[in-house]
């Protein structure tokens, strides 16, 4: 078992030799040529050379840890913290981790509920794969969104199965759940999944972009962590069902800080997105 994990680890390996640097780590080494090569690649022909501009001024000198405390990105940076968090605190690794037990403790045999898993995960895979076609297309907010939406019915679907039928499910009770955890997790893996990764790459100036997706990424797994070595305790005290209920809950919240906060970035520039993002801006601009 822990042997195939190294699988997917040398792949990465492989892929990652085959990575282009940053185009912010180009610029300030002076090869503005493969920067702009690195660009057409994933912003529109009129950012580039705007984007050039900056990040050639910003490797003029080293951003720190003051910018990003800087009032005028608050905003931008509890988005993303927000996001992040969300990603989380609905309850996608308590899923991930935990299913086989919940499975077998739900009235599946152990064979049944690892096979359960696979199809869970293989779910998981192919619906983050639809979500890639669909970025560019559909927008992230759309995705977002609507993949949110699914992880509420989802959620209370399984907590609705437990709450009528006990904890220990049998026939097609055990099956309505598994269903309502598949509904969860393709949508998580269509939404918040990947959307949450592009959208802190996309909505934070150039200037402090690095350290605030590291503060991000490390607010994502504290909230795992979290979420993680509290689960069995919260099943413990509130049973399967409050779980899931609460989880679900966690998932309206997100959907509604979502509607409400974060915006579309698909073919936007950098700076309609920063005007979007800021409060005092937003405010001043006519109706």
Known sequence: MFGLAAIPAILMFVGMLFQHESPHW?????????????????????????????????SARRSGWREVLDPAVRHVMIIGVALAVFQQITGINTIIYYAPTLLSSAGLGSSAALLANVVNGAVNVLMTIVAIRLLDRSGRRPLLLGGTGGMV???????????IGGNHLHGGA???????????????????????????SEIYPVKIRGQAMSVATMANWGANFVVTISFLTLLSAIGN???????????VVAL???????????????????????????RSSPV
Not at 38 to 51: K, S, T
Not at 176 to 192: D, P, V
């Open 26 to 58: 180009l610029v300030a080494q002076g090869r503005e040529d493969e920067a702009r090569e690195v660009l057409h690649r994933v912003r529109d022909e009129r950012d580039i050379d705007a984007e050039i501009t900056e990040v050639r001024e910003l």
């Open 241 to 251: 069902a409050g779980t899931f209920f609460l989880f679900g809950g966690l998932s």
């Open 256 to 282: 509604a800080y979502f509607q409400r906060q974060v915006p579309e970035t698909k073919n936007r520039s950098l700076q309609d997105i920063e005007r979007d993002l800021d409060p005092i801006a937003s």
């Open 174 to 200: 055990a099956y309505i759940a598994i269903a309502g955890l598949l509904i969860y997790t393709g949508s998580f893996a269509i939404g918040l999944g990947p959307v949450f990764w592009l959208l802190i």
């Open 153 to 163: 019915v989802g959620m209370l679907v399984v907590a609705l199965t437990f709450a």
